[in-house]
Protein backbone atom coordinates (compact mmCIF):
# COMPACT_ATOMS: atom_id res chain seq x y z
CA UNK A 1 0.00 0.00 0.00
CA UNK A 2 1.13 3.52 -0.87
CA UNK A 3 1.98 6.22 1.62
CA UNK A 4 2.28 8.58 -0.82
CA UNK A 5 0.06 8.98 -3.34
CA UNK A 6 0.93 12.13 -4.84
CA UNK A 7 4.04 14.16 -4.52
CA UNK A 8 5.19 17.66 -6.60
CA UNK A 9 7.44 20.49 -6.15
CA UNK A 10 6.12 23.80 -7.94
CA UNK A 11 8.28 26.50 -7.92
CA UNK A 12 8.26 30.18 -7.58
CA UNK A 13 8.14 30.11 -11.09
CA UNK A 14 5.03 28.13 -11.26
CA UNK A 15 6.49 24.63 -13.06
CA UNK A 16 5.38 21.57 -11.37
CA UNK A 17 7.97 18.65 -11.09
CA UNK A 18 6.78 15.13 -9.48
CA UNK A 19 8.98 14.16 -6.76
CA UNK A 20 9.53 10.48 -5.53
CA UNK A 21 6.94 9.13 -3.53
CA UNK A 22 9.26 7.22 -1.01
CA UNK A 23 9.58 9.96 1.45
CA UNK A 24 8.07 13.21 3.33
CA UNK A 25 10.71 16.09 2.40
CA UNK A 26 11.13 18.71 5.33
CA UNK A 27 9.62 22.81 4.17
CA UNK A 28 12.03 24.10 1.51
CA UNK A 29 13.38 27.51 2.07
CA UNK A 30 11.44 30.52 1.24
CA UNK A 31 11.67 31.65 -2.27
CA UNK A 32 12.01 28.23 -3.35
CA UNK A 33 8.65 26.89 -4.30
CA UNK A 34 6.18 24.69 -2.40
CA UNK A 35 5.86 20.83 -2.52
CA UNK A 36 2.79 19.43 -2.10
CA UNK A 37 2.47 15.62 -0.42
CA UNK A 38 -0.41 13.45 -0.71
CA UNK A 39 -0.84 10.70 2.16
CA UNK A 40 -2.80 7.64 2.18
CA UNK A 41 -4.29 7.47 5.38
CA UNK A 42 -4.97 3.93 5.47
CA UNK A 43 -1.08 3.12 4.97
CA UNK A 44 0.34 1.92 8.52
CA UNK A 45 3.37 3.87 8.67
CA UNK A 46 1.81 6.94 8.43
CA UNK A 47 1.93 7.36 12.25
CA UNK A 48 5.63 7.06 12.49
CA UNK A 49 6.23 8.98 9.75
CA UNK A 50 4.32 12.01 11.26
CA UNK A 51 5.88 11.56 14.68
CA UNK A 52 9.28 11.68 13.47
CA UNK A 53 8.52 14.91 11.22
CA UNK A 54 9.75 17.28 13.57
CA UNK A 55 7.90 20.46 11.77
CA UNK A 56 4.84 18.18 12.35
CA UNK A 57 3.89 19.24 16.35
CA UNK A 58 0.97 16.75 17.72
CA UNK A 59 -2.13 19.36 17.01
CA UNK A 60 -1.67 18.93 13.35
CA UNK A 61 -0.64 15.18 13.54
CA UNK A 62 -3.73 14.58 15.72
CA UNK A 63 -5.89 16.77 13.18
CA UNK A 64 -4.49 14.70 9.95
CA UNK A 65 -5.14 11.71 11.35
CA UNK A 66 -8.67 12.27 12.70
CA UNK A 67 -11.17 9.74 11.62
CA UNK A 68 -13.68 12.50 10.82
CA UNK A 69 -14.24 15.31 11.21
CA UNK A 70 -16.13 18.55 9.95
CA UNK A 71 -15.03 21.10 7.56
CA UNK A 72 -13.02 24.29 9.20
CA UNK A 73 -10.15 26.05 9.40
CA UNK A 74 -7.47 26.36 12.17
CA UNK A 75 -4.89 29.39 12.13
CA UNK A 76 -1.37 28.56 13.81
CA UNK A 77 0.97 31.23 13.20
CA UNK A 78 1.86 31.20 9.70
CA UNK A 79 0.47 27.41 9.13
CA UNK A 80 -3.08 26.45 8.54
CA UNK A 81 -5.00 23.37 9.48
CA UNK A 82 -7.90 23.10 6.80
CA UNK A 83 -10.59 20.28 6.61
CA UNK A 84 -12.82 20.01 3.44
CA UNK A 85 -15.37 17.59 2.05
CA UNK A 86 -15.87 16.43 -1.31
CA UNK A 87 -18.93 14.03 -3.19
CA UNK A 88 -18.27 10.22 -2.98
CA UNK A 89 -18.14 10.02 -6.70
CA UNK A 90 -16.53 6.26 -6.29
CA UNK A 91 -18.64 2.96 -7.97
CA UNK A 92 -20.89 2.18 -5.54
CA UNK A 93 -21.11 4.78 -3.46
CA UNK A 94 -23.64 7.37 -2.27
CA UNK A 95 -22.47 11.13 -3.17
CA UNK A 96 -24.01 11.96 0.51
CA UNK A 97 -21.79 9.69 2.39
CA UNK A 98 -19.24 12.44 1.80
CA UNK A 99 -15.16 12.16 1.60
CA UNK A 100 -12.76 14.20 4.37
CA UNK A 101 -9.63 15.35 3.20
CA UNK A 102 -7.46 17.16 5.77
CA UNK A 103 -4.89 19.57 4.96
CA UNK A 104 -1.57 21.29 6.89
CA UNK A 105 -0.11 24.26 4.69
CA UNK A 106 3.21 25.66 5.61
CA UNK A 107 4.28 28.41 3.95
CA UNK A 108 6.78 26.07 1.52
CA UNK A 109 4.72 22.98 2.11
CA UNK A 110 1.37 21.15 1.51
CA UNK A 111 0.81 17.83 3.28
CA UNK A 112 -2.43 16.79 2.38
CA UNK A 113 -4.40 13.07 4.02
CA UNK A 114 -7.51 11.48 2.50
CA UNK A 115 -8.69 7.91 3.48
CA UNK A 116 -10.79 7.04 0.34
CA UNK A 117 -10.11 8.24 -2.77
CA UNK A 118 -11.21 11.45 -3.85
CA UNK A 119 -11.58 12.56 -7.67
CA UNK A 120 -10.64 15.97 -7.03
CA UNK A 121 -7.53 14.94 -6.04
CA UNK A 122 -7.12 13.01 -9.26
CA UNK A 123 -8.01 16.36 -11.36
CA UNK A 124 -5.73 18.47 -9.44
CA UNK A 125 -2.23 15.90 -10.12
CA UNK A 126 -3.70 15.53 -13.48
CA UNK A 127 -3.90 19.98 -14.12
CA UNK A 128 -0.24 20.45 -12.21
CA UNK A 129 1.15 18.27 -15.28
CA UNK A 130 -1.01 19.59 -17.94
CA UNK A 131 -1.18 23.19 -16.87
CA UNK A 132 0.28 26.38 -15.51
CA UNK A 133 -0.05 25.41 -11.63
CA UNK A 134 -0.54 28.09 -9.23
CA UNK A 135 2.49 29.63 -7.63
CA UNK A 136 1.35 30.20 -4.03
CA UNK A 137 0.06 27.55 -1.82
CA UNK A 138 -3.12 29.78 -1.19
CA UNK A 139 -3.78 29.37 -4.86
CA UNK A 140 -3.13 26.05 -5.12
CA UNK A 141 -5.72 25.20 -2.24
CA UNK A 142 -8.01 27.80 -3.87
CA UNK A 143 -7.80 25.55 -7.42
CA UNK A 144 -8.45 22.65 -4.96
CA UNK A 145 -11.42 24.09 -3.49
CA UNK A 146 -13.40 25.27 -6.85
CA UNK A 147 -12.15 21.82 -8.17
CA UNK A 148 -13.91 19.58 -5.27
CA UNK A 149 -17.11 22.36 -5.95
CA UNK A 150 -16.50 21.19 -9.50
CA UNK A 151 -17.24 17.63 -9.18
CA UNK A 152 -20.54 18.62 -6.55
CA UNK A 153 -22.91 20.35 -9.51
CA UNK A 154 -23.44 17.71 -11.53
CA UNK A 155 -24.34 15.58 -8.15
CA UNK A 156 -26.66 19.00 -7.25
CA UNK A 157 -28.30 18.93 -10.47
CA UNK A 158 -29.05 15.31 -10.58
CA UNK A 159 -31.07 15.63 -7.48
CA UNK A 160 -32.84 19.05 -8.95
CA UNK A 161 -33.97 16.43 -11.86
CA UNK A 162 -35.22 14.20 -9.48
CA UNK A 163 -37.32 16.32 -7.71
CA UNK A 164 -38.30 17.90 -11.18
CA UNK A 165 -39.46 13.99 -11.92
CA UNK A 166 -41.34 13.80 -8.26
CA UNK A 167 -43.10 16.48 -9.93
CA UNK A 168 -44.39 15.11 -12.97
CA UNK A 169 -45.07 12.20 -11.08
CA UNK A 170 -47.68 14.08 -8.64
CA UNK A 171 -49.00 15.91 -12.03
CA UNK A 172 -49.81 12.45 -13.50
CA UNK A 173 -51.05 10.43 -10.58
CA UNK A 174 -48.01 8.40 -10.02
CA UNK A 175 -47.83 8.62 -6.20
CA UNK A 176 -47.11 5.31 -5.26
CA UNK A 177 -43.73 5.49 -6.90
CA UNK A 178 -43.37 9.17 -5.74
CA UNK A 179 -43.80 8.57 -2.12
CA UNK A 180 -40.57 6.42 -1.34
CA UNK A 181 -38.18 8.60 -2.87
CA UNK A 182 -39.20 11.99 -1.49
CA UNK A 183 -37.76 10.88 2.16
CA UNK A 184 -34.46 9.77 0.04
CA UNK A 185 -33.95 13.02 -1.82
CA UNK A 186 -34.34 14.85 1.48
CA UNK A 187 -31.91 12.67 3.08
CA UNK A 188 -29.56 13.40 0.62
CA UNK A 189 -29.91 16.94 0.82
CA UNK A 190 -29.78 17.28 4.55
CA UNK A 191 -26.69 14.68 4.48
CA UNK A 192 -25.00 17.00 1.85
CA UNK A 193 -25.77 20.33 3.55
CA UNK A 194 -24.50 18.89 6.93
CA UNK A 195 -20.64 19.49 5.40
CA UNK A 196 -21.34 21.99 2.92
CA UNK A 197 -22.41 24.62 5.33
CA UNK A 198 -19.25 24.63 7.23
CA UNK A 199 -16.89 24.28 4.45
CA UNK A 200 -18.30 27.22 3.03
CA UNK A 201 -17.55 28.77 6.37
CA UNK A 202 -14.08 27.60 6.56
CA UNK A 203 -13.17 28.73 3.44
CA UNK A 204 -14.62 32.37 3.66
CA UNK A 205 -12.54 32.02 7.15
CA UNK A 206 -9.29 31.10 5.35
CA UNK A 207 -9.77 34.02 2.79
CA UNK A 208 -9.57 36.93 5.35
CA UNK A 209 -6.39 35.41 6.73
CA UNK A 210 -3.34 37.85 6.24
CA UNK A 211 -0.60 35.30 5.36
CA UNK A 212 2.72 35.50 3.45
CA UNK A 213 2.05 32.16 1.22
CA UNK A 214 -2.28 34.00 0.44
CA UNK A 215 -1.44 36.48 -2.18
CA UNK A 216 -4.61 39.42 -2.79
CA UNK A 217 -5.65 37.26 -5.87
CA UNK A 218 -5.44 34.23 -3.71
CA UNK A 219 -8.22 35.77 -1.42
CA UNK A 220 -10.41 36.19 -4.08
CA UNK A 221 -10.13 33.37 -5.38
CA UNK A 222 -10.33 31.28 -2.23
CA UNK A 223 -13.59 33.76 -1.53
CA UNK A 224 -15.05 32.62 -4.99
CA UNK A 225 -14.73 28.95 -3.86
CA UNK A 226 -16.68 30.23 -0.83
CA UNK A 227 -19.53 31.96 -2.75
CA UNK A 228 -19.35 29.11 -5.01
CA UNK A 229 -19.84 26.49 -1.93
CA UNK A 230 -22.92 29.23 -0.34
CA UNK A 231 -24.71 28.75 -4.04
CA UNK A 232 -24.51 24.75 -4.18
CA UNK A 233 -25.76 25.11 0.38
CA UNK A 234 -28.94 27.39 -1.18
CA UNK A 235 -29.10 24.79 -4.02
CA UNK A 236 -29.63 22.22 -1.44
CA UNK A 237 -32.26 24.36 0.58
CA UNK A 238 -34.40 24.61 -2.29
CA UNK A 239 -33.82 21.10 -2.81
CA UNK A 240 -34.82 20.07 0.48
CA UNK A 241 -37.58 23.02 0.28
CA UNK A 242 -39.00 21.56 -2.86
CA UNK A 243 -39.19 17.89 -1.42
CA UNK A 244 -41.21 19.46 1.94
CA UNK A 245 -43.45 20.61 -0.67
CA UNK A 246 -43.52 17.53 -2.88
CA UNK A 247 -44.38 15.40 0.65
CA UNK A 248 -47.35 17.85 1.72
CA UNK A 249 -48.45 17.32 -1.71
CA UNK A 250 -48.83 13.60 -1.48
CA UNK A 251 -49.93 13.88 1.92
CA UNK A 252 -52.96 16.37 0.78
CA UNK A 253 -53.79 13.86 -2.46
CA UNK A 254 -53.83 10.90 0.66
CA UNK A 255 -55.91 12.61 2.59
CA UNK A 256 -58.10 13.68 -0.18
CA UNK A 257 -58.47 10.05 -1.72
CA UNK A 258 -59.61 9.14 2.28
CA UNK A 259 -61.98 10.98 2.16
CA UNK A 260 -63.84 10.39 -0.97
CA UNK A 261 -63.61 6.66 -0.05
CA UNK A 262 -65.42 7.62 3.06
CA UNK A 263 -67.67 9.75 1.51
CA UNK A 264 -68.37 6.73 -0.81
CA UNK A 265 -68.89 4.44 1.88
CA UNK A 266 -71.10 6.89 4.24
CA UNK A 267 -73.05 7.55 0.65
CA UNK A 268 -73.69 3.77 0.52
CA UNK A 269 -74.38 2.96 4.32
CA UNK A 270 -77.04 5.91 3.98
CA UNK A 271 -78.65 4.48 0.50
CA UNK A 272 -79.02 1.06 2.06
CA UNK A 273 -79.83 2.17 5.75
CA UNK A 274 -83.41 2.89 4.84
CA UNK A 275 -83.83 -0.08 2.23
CA UNK A 276 -82.30 -2.54 5.23
CA UNK A 277 -85.16 -1.26 7.55
CA UNK A 278 -87.99 -1.69 4.13
CA UNK A 279 -86.90 -4.98 3.83
CA UNK A 280 -86.16 -6.19 7.39
CA UNK A 281 -89.95 -5.39 8.31
CA UNK A 282 -91.25 -7.11 5.38
CA UNK A 283 -89.34 -10.24 6.72
CA UNK A 284 -91.00 -10.38 9.85
CA UNK A 285 -93.51 -13.87 10.95
CA UNK A 286 -96.23 -11.52 11.53
CA UNK A 287 -100.33 -11.43 10.70
CA UNK A 288 -101.28 -8.49 8.83
CA UNK A 289 -97.77 -8.45 6.76
CA UNK A 290 -99.34 -6.94 3.23
CA UNK A 291 -99.19 -8.95 0.03
CA UNK A 292 -99.10 -12.34 2.20
CA UNK A 293 -101.23 -14.09 -0.25
CA UNK A 294 -100.11 -12.16 -3.27
CA UNK A 295 -97.99 -13.66 -5.86
CA UNK A 296 -96.53 -10.29 -6.91
CA UNK A 297 -96.26 -9.30 -3.13
CA UNK A 298 -92.22 -9.76 -3.76
CA UNK A 299 -91.72 -7.83 -6.49
CA UNK A 300 -94.19 -5.20 -5.09
CA UNK A 301 -91.63 -5.05 -2.32
CA UNK A 302 -88.32 -4.77 -4.24
CA UNK A 303 -89.80 -1.76 -6.49
CA UNK A 304 -90.72 -0.20 -3.59
CA UNK A 305 -86.65 -0.54 -2.34
CA UNK A 306 -85.72 0.14 -5.70
CA UNK A 307 -87.99 3.58 -5.89
CA UNK A 308 -86.78 4.61 -2.25
CA UNK A 309 -82.85 3.90 -3.64
CA UNK A 310 -83.63 5.77 -6.69
CA UNK A 311 -85.10 8.81 -4.73
CA UNK A 312 -82.10 8.99 -1.94
CA UNK A 313 -79.84 8.80 -4.93
CA UNK A 314 -81.56 11.67 -6.58
CA UNK A 315 -81.72 13.88 -2.99
CA UNK A 316 -77.49 13.08 -2.82
CA UNK A 317 -77.01 14.32 -6.30
CA UNK A 318 -79.46 17.43 -5.32
CA UNK A 319 -76.95 18.24 -1.96
CA UNK A 320 -73.78 18.05 -4.23
CA UNK A 321 -73.12 15.02 -1.69
CA UNK A 322 -72.05 12.57 -4.70
Same mark, same amino acid.
Given at each position: ?????H????????????L?????????????????????????????????????????????????????????????L?????????????????????????????????????????????????????????G?????????????? *?? @? #??????????????? $??? +? !??????????????????????????????L????? *?? @? #??D???????????? $??? +? !??????????A??????????????????????????????????????G???????????????????A???????????????????
Amino acid at each position: MAFILHAFHISSEGKAVALPKTEMGLPREAGDGYDWYHINRNDSSIQTVFEADECLDKIAEITLLAEDSRPRTILRDHDVLINLRGVNLNPGAEPEDMIGIRFFIQPTRIVSVEKRPLKATGDIAERLLTQPPPTTPGGFLANFAQSMIDRMI *PT @I #TALNEQVDDLEDKIE $TGD +T !ETARPLVSELRRTAIMLRRYLAPQRDALNSLSQQKL *PW @I #TQDDQLRLRDSADQA $TRV +T !EELDAVRERCAIVKDQLTDLRAEQMNNNMMILAVLSAVFLPLGLVSGMMGINVGGMPWVENGMGFWFVTAIVVGIGALQLLIFRLMKWI
